[in-house]
């Protein structure tokens, strides 16, 4: 990196403005912009990263709470990574990688089972007027008709109207805030990949092949020691990580590109690697895009969360990783303990954070809800569907605005409008999961990174035709849950 210093032309005084240039610059210091920092700084590059909050890491990072590492919600990383990400990963964390078994419990008709599904406690927990119905619909799969135009739609017509109501629907307005009939079919496409009853049956009784749905990677110090790992190797390679350095505009018409920054900072690059959500860079760039590209960013939305993070004083609360709650009974949606994702002599004996995820809308009823208020609401969602009380130590609550893409009915013309828009920009390259508006994986996020990294070409070229190739292989993620 290298920092000189301009004379303002536009000020009467003469205002020095400070210019720092590297080869790349990196809006956002999540697992997609550390993970891409690193890789460019080890082909050699000099590398600027800019982050908003204090602390690198975005939504996979970790923090303390009462002696406890938690998370933003419930992460692992899923064993579906890529051999050479995964490889890369364990070189950095060595054991502290662990390879743990999943052990969550799912709420399906008033009832606990086991998570991922087992067929002979799935058998016994279904009402028997239930297991007819699901079989009925079964049998009578190929004979449904409809038009597929909405996710209550695909899902009704491929997996039958009981498992519909009973899982997805509930789920879906609890986590994007609309009906199924409202939502978008890619919305089924990208997030239920059992998406027939044969399927789903076949996942029960044998499992995923490679034991993929039953087994996960996490760190021992939390899942953001993932991030955190990167991050360290990237700065101990040269990368300039600025944290609490907001962006205020980019300029993309010149080469290089120039960010602007607090404190009169022009950062200077020949190319831009932002990870921040996509609508957010339409309102940042300069000059301004079309009207239609701001209408497009306008149009698209993020569902929020509040993360309600309860102390439980004496001990483990359940011996489970995770609790799923995709019924009315409560807004939360899933209920994880941190500690039982891992094996670490680190977390106390006494006491055990949990943590109960709330979707909701910035600006909203729950969004502004105060702690008290919110301790309330997750210990009566707690009794509403029997899980033990809270011992409660206290309560800390954080806030996310920008979580789950919204993939409302008629979401595509504005993204594609958008999208248009972010790819003729010369010199500016969008991915991640908010910077691609997608629902993706900690490790597609990082497969991303790798992937933009690889289009990189010395003296600042860009091979399009690569990202364009990588772009597709992107549109085909399915979450893995």
Request: net charge positive.
């Given at each position: ?9 536009t ?16 809006l ?99 009402p ?13 799969g ?55 009853p ?24 939390g ?79 993020f ?22 709650l ?18 670490s ?34 210990t ?15 309560v ?86």
């Amino acid at each position: 990196m290298i920092r000189t210093f301009l004379r303002d032309s536009t000020c009467p005084y003469g205002r020095q403005v400070a210019v720092e240039s590297s080869d790349l610059l990196v809006l956002g210091a999540g697992p997609a912009g550390l993970a891409a920092a690193w890789r460019a700084a080890t082909a050699g590059l000099s590398v600027t990263v800019l982050e908003r909050a204090a602390d690198p890491g975005g939504m996979a990072g970790s923090f303390t709470v009462d002696g406890v590492r938690v998370d933003h919600g419930s992460h692992r990383l899923h064993p579906a990574t890529a051999p050479r990400l995964l490889a890369d990963l364990r070189g950095l964390l060595g054991e502290d990688l662990q390879t743990r078994h999943r052990n969550g419990r799912l709420r399906v008709y008033g009832r606990w089972v086991g998570f991922p599904l087992r067929a002979g406690e799935l058998a016994g927990a279904i009402p028997l007027a239930a297991v007819a119905r699901i079989g009925c619909d079964t049998v009578c799969g190929p004979l449904r008709r409809g038009t597929g135009d909405s996710y209550g739609a695909v899902l009704t017509r491929s997996l039958g109207p009981e498992l519909y109501r009973a899982l997805y629907a509930p789920y879906a307005v609890k986590l994007w805030g609309l009906a199924g009939s409202e939502i978008d079919p890619e919305q089924a496409r990208v997030r239920v990949s059992a998406d027939t009853p044969w399927k789903l049956a076949s996942r029960i009784v044998r499992g995923r092949g490679d034991g993929q749905g039953r087994v996960f990677h996490y760190p021992r110090r939390g899942f953001g020691q993932l991030v955190e790992a990167m991050a360290s190797a990237a700065v101990q390679l040269g990368v300039d990580l600025r944290t609490s350095t907001a962006v205020h505009t980019l300029r993309t018409d010149g080469d290089p590109a120039i960010a602007a920054t607090a404190g009169g900072v022009e950062h200077r690059a020949s190319r831009v690697f932002s990870t921040v959500p996509l609508p957010v860079l339409a309102r940042l760039v300069t000059p301004a895009p079309p009207a239609a590209a701001l209408a497009s960013a306008e149009a698209l939305r993020f569902r929020a969360m509040v993360l309600v993070y309860l102390v439980h004083q004496g001990g483990r609360w359940t011996t489970y990783d995770a609790h799923y709650l995709p019924g009315p009974e409560t807004p939360v949606t899933r209920i994880s303990e941190p500690a039982n994702y891992r094996d670490s002599r680190s977390d106390p004996a006494d006491r055990s954070v949990l943590c109960a995820e709330i979707p909701c809308s910035v600006g909203d009823a729950v969004w502004s809800a105060d702690d008290a208020t919110l301790h309330g609401l997750v210990t009566d969602g707690l009794a509403a569907v029997g899980l033990p009380t809270v011992r409660s130590g206290g309560v800390v609550v954080r806030r996310l605005p920008h979580v789950y893409p919204v993939y409302a009915r008629g979401f595509d013309g504005a993204l594609a409008g958008l999208e248009a828009w972010a790819d003729a920009l010369p010199t500016v390259t969008t991915f991640g999961r908010a910077g691609l508006f997608a629902h993706d994986n900690t490790h597609h996020a990082m497969a991303m990174a790798y992937a933009a990294v690889d289009a990189l070409r010395p003296g600042g070229g860009w091979d399009g035709a690569a990202w364009a190739a990588s772009r597709e292989r992107f549109r085909a993620h399915v979450v893995e849950d």
